[in-house]
């Protein structure tokens, strides 16, 4: 019998072929990373949405490396804490530019 092979996404954001299944999906337009079972990303893919999109990841950590954010539904602690990050940066980088010129 033939092995099973799940195609991933690796930290660079590239497909590799793996033994492994992964154990989250995302969206690779939106560069959003999820659990298998989001409610959401299950409804858009049963009304035939989202599929050409999702791509699928061994651990959250490659998931962050290669540019992902949390869902915000699936997610949402962590979604959060990904949302005050971006505040946070967007204020040093204001900062940063205002103080250059």
Do not use: H
């Amino acid at each position: 019998m033939e092995e099973k092979l799940y195609k991933l996404i690796n930290e660079q954001g590239k497909e590799y072929l793996s033994n492994i299944a992964g154990t989250l999906g995302g969206n690779k337009r939106l560069k959003i990373y999820g659990k298998l079972d989001c409610l959401s990303a299950n409804r858009w893919i049963k009304k035939g949405y989202y599929i050409d999109n999702r791509v699928f990841f061994l651990n959250e950590e490659i998931a962050i490396k290669a540019g992902y954010r949390p869902c915000a539904v699936c997610m949402s602690k962590k979604y959060e804490v990904w949302k005050e990050q971006q505040k946070v940066l967007t204020k040093t980088l204001k900062r940063n530019i205002k103080g250059n010129n």
